[in-house]
C-alpha cells in the first residue's frame, strides 16, 4: 500500500509540473482593436485530452482530431444541440433543394475570412468537398461523397452539388465532422490550419498541448451584436490518462473536460466548485469480430458470443448505467423511428455453448481482443472476458494506447477481435456507408452481406420516410441475426467543467460539438 500511495503521489506532482503553466486565466481585460467587448469577453479555456493523430481534417480518424478541427475551422451546414440543420452557425445562411432532393443550392455568407485574412468564397466550398470525394486523394469520405456528380460554382457566394441519387439527408452528409472548410490555396493541410473558426492555432507541440486564440474578424455574433467567440483562447493539454485528465479538473489546472469517464462523476457532483453535464447519445463502444477469417467468420461463433453477453451487466460495471442498453445494431434509440425497439437479448450461455461445438469449438475457443486504455474500454474489456469464460471462450485482452489503436498501422482496422469507440452521428446513414457495407473504408469487421449492401443503398436515396423507416428496421434485423458486431450500450454524452462556465449547451451529437463560441466565465 505504500508503494501505491508513492506511486499515486509521483503521478499527482508529474501532473503539477505538466500544467503548471496553465494556472488559472484572469479574465481578458484588453479589447481587440476597434471592438468594443461585453463582459462576457475574455479568458483561456483550459483542457486537457489524447493527442491528436492527424491534423489534416480530411484525414480525421481520431476524437481528439476532431475535437481540434472545430475549434479552428467551419462547416459549410452546422448540426444543432438537437441533430436539426442550423443556418444561423453555418457558413452558408440559407439553402433549397430540389423536389427529388438531388440538386442542393447553398447561399453564402458574405464577409468571412479566413484567419490569414483571405475571404471565403465559393470556390473554397468546391475545393473542400472535390478533395474530399477525390479518390487519389483518399480521404475516408470518397464514399460518403460518391453521390456527388458535379459541383459548381454560378458566383462567389453560390454553390450547387448535383447529385446522382435523390438524398434527403444530404445536408447531414456536409455536416461530417471531416468537412472543415479549407482554404483552397493551402498547399500543406498537415501542417498549415488556416480556417475561418472562432479560434486561430499559435502553438502545437505534439507531445505537450495545443494553443488557440480569439479570432478577432470571426464572422459570428451573440444576440446583442457583440462579437463571437467570447474567450479569448483555448489551451488544449495532451494527456494519456484519463485518471490525470480528471485529477486536473478537480485540482483546478483545467476547466472543462469532454468525454468523462463515468467512475469519476459522483466525486465531481460532490465538489461545489464542478458541474457535469450530459445528453444522450448513439456514441458506442463496439466489440467488432473480423468476419472474413478466424472463427467470427462462422455466423454460429458470432451468434454464440452474442448469447453469452450480458448487456446490461457491462452498462452497469463499465460505465455505472449512464446510458441504454444496445441490440448490437449501429442504429440506437437516439433516432427516435428509425431505431427497431425491440426487447434487450436474452443471455443464454447454455444455448451458447450449443451453438460454439456445433461450430467446431466445443472443447473452447481461444481469442485476442485488441483494446484501447481509455477508459471505458478496459472495463468493457474485463466484464465480457468474465462473461465470455462461462461459455468457453478464453478472451485474452491486449491492451494498447489510443494513438496506436488508432495510429498508422490501423491496428483497429486488422485485429480479429476489437473494441472501438465510435462517435454519434446526425443520422444512421453514415455507419453503414463507412463501416458496414461491403469495401467501405472503415470496415473494421470485414463483412460483406448482399442484402444489407442493397437496402443501405435504398435507405440513402428513399425520399418516404415511413419506407425509409422500414429499411432502416430491416437493416437492424440483419445485424441481429447475423451480424459482425456487439453493442452492449449506448452511452451518455458527459462533460466536466468549472462552475463558473457559463454558456455550455448540451447536445445529442458528438461530445466533441459542444459549441465553445458562446461560452464564456461568470465574473
Not at 452558408?92 to 447553398?106: I, L, N, P
Not at 473536460?257 to 456514441?283: C, G, H, R
Not at 462533460?495 to 449547451?505: K, V
Request: glycine content about 8%; aromatic content about 10%; some cysteine.
Amino acid at each position: 500500500m505504500f508503494k501505491r500511495a508513492l506511486v499515486l503521489l509521483a503521478l499527482m506532482l508529474a501532473i503539477s509540473m505538466i500544467l503548471v503553466s496553465c494556472a488559472p486565466a484572469a479574465p481578458g481585460e484588453e479589447e481587440v482593436p476597434g471592438e468594443a467587448l461585453s463582459e462576457k469577453h475574455g479568458g483561456v479555456l483550459r483542457s486537457a485530452y489524447y493527442a491528436p493523430t492527424n491534423m489534416d481534417p480530411a484525414f480525421f480518424s481520431t476524437v481528439a482530431d476532431d475535437w481540434i478541427g472545430r475549434q479552428w475551422g467551419d462547416f459549410l451546414v452546422y448540426i444543432d444541440e438537437q441533430n436539426t440543420p442550423d443556418p444561423s452557425r453555418s457558413l452558408a445562411e440559407g439553402w433549397e433543394s430540389s423536389e427529388d432532393a438531388k440538386v442542393w443550392t447553398f447561399n453564402l455568407r458574405q464577409g468571412v475570412l479566413f484567419h490569414d485574412g483571405k475571404e471565403m468564397t465559393a470556390r473554397d466550398v468546391k475545393f473542400t468537398f472535390d478533395r474530399l470525394r477525390d479518390p487519389e486523394i483518399g480521404a475516408v469520405t470518397v464514399t460518403l461523397y460518391a453521390n456527388i456528380a458535379e459541383i459548381t460554382t454560378p458566383d462567389d457566394y453560390t454553390v450547387v452539388f448535383e447529385l446522382t441519387e435523390s438524398n434527403p439527408a444530404f445536408l447531414y452528409d456536409l455536416s461530417d465532422y471531416h468537412a472543415i472548410i479549407v482554404d483552397a490555396d493551402n498547399e500543406d493541410f498537415a501542417t498549415v490550419w488556416n480556417g475561418t473558426g472562432p479560434f486561430m492555432i499559435t502553438s502545437y507541440s505534439p507531445e505537450d498541448r495545443i494553443i488557440f486564440e480569439r479570432n478577432p474578424h470571426y464572422w459570428m455574433s451573440d444576440a446583442e451584436g457583440n462579437p463571437l467567440p467570447y474567450l479569448d483562447g483555448l489551451e488544449i493539454i495532451f494527456l494519456s490518462d484519463s485518471s490525470a485528465q480528471v485529477e486536473a479538473l478537480r485540482g483546478g489546472q483545467i476547466d472543462y473536460l469532454i468525454y468523462l469517464p463515468t467512475e469519476f462523476i459522483p466525486v465531481l457532483e460532490a465538489d461545489p466548485t464542478k458541474v457535469v453535464l450530459q445528453a444522450p447519445s448513439n456514441t458506442s463502444y463496439v466489440l467488432r469480430m473480423r468476419s472474413d477469417e478466424g472463427p467470427a467468420s462462422d455466423v454460429r461463433v458470432r451468434q454464440a458470443l452474442k448469447l453469452g453477453t450480458d448487456r446490461a451487466a457491462i452498462l452497469d460495471g463499465a460505465v455505472g448505467g449512464f446510458g441504454t442498453t444496445g441490440r448490437d445494431t449501429p442504429i440506437g434509440p437516439a433516432y427516435g423511428d428509425y431505431h427497431l425497439a425491440v426487447p434487450e437479448p436474452v443471455r443464454d450461455v447454455e444455448a451458447a455453448k450449443a451453438l460454439l461445438a456445433a461450430a467446431g469449438f466445443g472443447d473452447g475457443l481461444d481469442i485476442v481482443l485488441t483494446t484501447q486504455e481509455s477508459s471505458p474500454v478496459p472495463a468493457i474489456a474485463t466484464i465480457w472476458k468474465e462473461q465470455m469464460a462461462e461459455i468457453g471462450v478464453n478472451v485474452e485482452i491486449q491492451l494498447v494506447p489510443s494513438d496506436v489503436y488508432y495510429g498508422a498501422e490501423e491496428m483497429w482496422l486488422q485485429a480479429p477481435f476489437g473494441i472501438t469507440d465510435w462517435g454519434a452521428r446526425p443520422n444512421p446513414q453514415p455507419y453503414l456507408d463507412l463501416a458496414y457495407v461491403t469495401g467501405a473504408q472503415w470496415n473494421e469487421s470485414h463483412w460483406s452481406d448482399a442484402e444489407l449492401d442493397e437496402l443501405a443503398a435504398l435507405a440513402a436515396k428513399e425520399m418516404d420516410r415511413d419506407t425509409r423507416i422500414s429499411l432502416y428496421h430491416r437493416i437492424q434485423e440483419i445485424f441481429m441475426e447475423r451480424g459482425p458486431i456487439i453493442i452492449p450500450f449506448f452511452i451518455n454524452n458527459l462533460w466536466g467543467a468549472s462552475a463558473d462556465l457559463r454558456g455550455l449547451e448540451p447536445t445529442s451529437s458528438l461530445g466533441t460539438a459542444m459549441d465553445l463560441r458562446s461560452v464564456y466565465f461568470e465574473r
